[in-house]
């Protein structure tokens, strides 16, 4: 999720009255609901290297304990250097606290299509739900409006002289809100999953189905459904907001039948790292100066469309099947 999200969530837990169990409270929930994002860093090394380490260690729960600490202990320390009298932090509510936000953190990116490897390092397998838009506004907006709108009736309270609000009652809803719509977006992607599934294809019997969100329409899904012979992208789910053209609108994407090429292609380190990563890798292999040029993508960030597709690999390879060179880019 982006970190407007995340923080807006961590600020929504904060209030329920999580802030009052200790000074510094809400830092320690903020900071932890970004801080797996630290490994953001990783992309100054190159894209490969970004997609390598990206919501990895420091979204595993063995990462984010590790991380809890380091916050506590940060704002523990500012807290000594600077409360001069006042009432000190708990250490350990600290810990608990931003062992909340971190939590918060792998929950919301579990609930989006890219994933998380929740049991890093020891197993190395991603995990996602597949429920929301890596940005998703509805999500987005929800939380935005129940943190704003007790600010707004307090200013209106204080100009017609009456009792304001609750910050808690408002956090505590948002909250609320927020499971119902993953509560709703789940029983869809799964009426989706069944309807995909159930339906004939012309190059076989699907063997996995998968029910991508989409942005704006909070119940419509892009179908991904493999045979063993090709991929096939559909629309699935609440219709609308889309056009009888999309609806009806099926691609087929056949599966190339050059796998030696393929097979010596995915060798390299670039698509091995990919392939770690990708969920529905189609390949496409065409011939080349040098000898064969192999492009692979994920569907799950196909969308679609042909202007310009993310999550792509490219290698090159001789004709002798070696691999000359490999480049990777979102």
Not at 95 to 115: E, K, Q
Not at 162 to 190: D, E, I, N, P, R
Not at 269 to 287: H, W
Request: some cysteine; charged content about 20%.
């Amino acid at each position: 999720m982006d970190n407007l999200t995340h923080t807006l969530f961590g600020l929504a837990l904060a209030r329920t009255g999580l802030e009052k169990t200790t000074p510094r409270a809400t830092a320690a929930l903020l900071i932890g609901a970004n801080f797996p994002d630290i490994d953001l860093v990783t992309w100054l090394s190159g894209n490969i290297t970004y997609l390598r380490h990206h919501r990895g260690l420091t979204h595993s729960l063995a990462g984010i304990f590790c991380e809890a600490w380091i916050v506590a202990a940060l704002l523990y320390w500012l807290d000594r250097r600077h409360s001069q009298g006042a009432a000190r932090a708990k250490p350990v509510w600290l810990f608990l606290m931003a062992l909340m936000g971190l939590g918060s953190h792998v929950l919301l990116d579990y609930t989006n299509s890219y994933g998380i490897r929740p049991f890093l390092p020891f197993q190395s397998r991603w995990y996602a739900s597949d429920l929301v838009f890596i940005i998703d506004p509805w999500l987005l907006s929800i939380l935005a409006l129940g943190m704003a709108l007790p600010f707004l009736f307090r200013l209106v309270y204080q100009e017609i002289g009456a009792k304001s609000g609750s910050y808690k009652l408002s956090a505590t809803l948002t909250l609320l809100v927020v499971m119902a719509f993953w509560g709703c977006k789940w029983v869809s992607h799964q009426n989706a999953l069944e309807e995909l599934g159930q339906r004939s294809y012309a190059t076989g019997t699907p063997l996995r189905v998968g029910a991508l969100p989409r942005f704006l329409n909070p119940f419509a899904w892009y179908g991904v459904v493999e045979t063993e012979k090709a991929y096939h992208l559909a629309f699935a789910g609440w219709q609308i907001l889309q056009s009888d053209f999309e609806v009806r609108k099926l691609r087929t994407l056949l599966k190339t039948s050059e796998r030696p090429i393929v097979d010596a292609a995915i060798q390299g380190d670039q698509a091995r790292i990919f392939m770690d990563f990708a969920r529905y890798p189609l390949f496409q292999v065409t011939p080349a100066p040098e000898g064969y040029e192999v492009i692979s993508r994920d569907l799950r960030f196909d969308f679609a469309t042909s202007i310009r597709r993310g999550f792509l690999c490219r290698i090159l390879l001789d004709r002798n099947l070696k691999i000359v060179s490999e480049r990777f880019r979102f």
